[in-house]
């Protein structure tokens, strides 16, 4: 059912769903991105629906989660993503409800991998067998009868990537799935997947899900110059490492009561990562922002296909993270947070750096040459 557009005069917001009224203060609409060879337009900024239930006891009740996935869509977003075991199923069972009027306006995104049924083997995996049925289970709780996009939610070291794309391919080609993508999976698995892909005339893999923040920089060795390579949208989970970056954590404070992160999490308790949430906080106040609207707006200066998922327990947390469709960081600010989240880059990107090895490697013309 389209629902036709509506102008808030009293705040000057573009025409948009009629259920903007209630959040006219909104940051401009979001642009869309597509979704590397797919060529599917999705909204930048994904919907993560991790937080869609309170069967897990951090996540938000269905009359919230109905709210924030209104708030979501007003802003003009329309990626959702999701897994068939978020909050042991919860999550998929909400966000049906909430599609099912504009089911064809959405992009849903779902997972397989990960157990749905504790103790069983066969219910969790890469396999075909986890493969069928969890789909099946994402499509009845769904409210559906196709996918948009089916992420493997990890790679699981037991099925050969032949294996998988070809399962992968045939439920493409069945209809129930229309695209397909890779999360938390290794650079190397991910290359060989879409060259099988290519070669046999399969679907490949349109996306990488990983996790990249301020605080976790490390996919930068292998993963997004991997993505990069290959045309593929980066869409990080934890954008704001685990909460860590939005404000709500205080340096040799006890964590309260309801947040992600406990006091002997790893996270808290590296004082790197500190560093980097005081340098979020002062141009957060320097730029009259929240730390998380900066911390965002440093991610998506990353590059044009970083598209990321935001996970929110409150129309509150969504509306902060929304400020950073409005924030455009000022070098200086880019400059100090890289500095306070810099990481080694290891071997061998590292070692391409070395002038000894760039002299050798481009008989010492290095200088003179235009690199695509």
Known sequence: MHQKPVVCETHACKPVFKHRQQYCKLPPLMRFKLLGPSALRVSELCLGTMT????????????????????????????IDTAVNYTNGTSERILGKLIATERHEVVVATKYTLAIRPGDPNAAGNHRKNLHQSVEQSLRALGTDYIDLLW?????????????????????????????????????????????????????FTAVQLEYSLIERTAERELLP???AFGLPVTPWSPLGA??????????????????????SQK???????????????????LGATPA?????????????ILPIL????????????????????????????????????????????????????????ADIDFR
């Open 311 to 366: 996970g929110a327990r409150s129309v509150a947390q969504l509306d902060d993270n929304l400020g950073a469709l409005a924030l455009s960081l000022p070098p200086e600010a880019l400059a100090a947070l890289d500095a306070a989240s810099a990481i080694d880059l290891g071997f061998p990107t590292e070692f391409y750096t070395r002038e000894p090895v760039r002299k050798l490697i481009y008989a010492d013309r290095y």
């Open 268 to 286: 808290l308790n590296t004082p790197r990562n500190w560093d980097i949430v005081d340098a979020v906080r002062h141009w957060a106040q320097q």
């Open 226 to 228: 991997m993505a990069q």
């Open 52 to 79: 869609f239930g309170t069967d897990w006891g951090t996540g938000a009740d269905e009359a919230t989660s109905a709210q924030i996935y209104a708030h979501y869509r007003a802003a003009g977003g329309n990626f």
């Open 152 to 204: 493997v939610h990890a790679w699981d070291f037991t099925v050969p990537p032949a294996e998988l794309m070809r399962n992968l391919n045939a439920l493409v080609q069945s209809g129930k799935v229309l695209h397909i993508a890779a999360s938390d999976t290794p650079a190397w698995v991910i290359a060989q997947c879409n060259t099988l892909a290519q070669y046999h005339g399969w679907a490949p």
């Open 243 to 264: 909460g860590m970056l939005s404000g709500k954590y205080q340096r040799d404070q006890t964590p309260g009561q309801g947040v992600r992160l406990s006091s002997v």
């Open 293 to 305: 609207a900066v911390a965002l707006a440093w991610l998506r200066s990353r590059g044009p296909a």
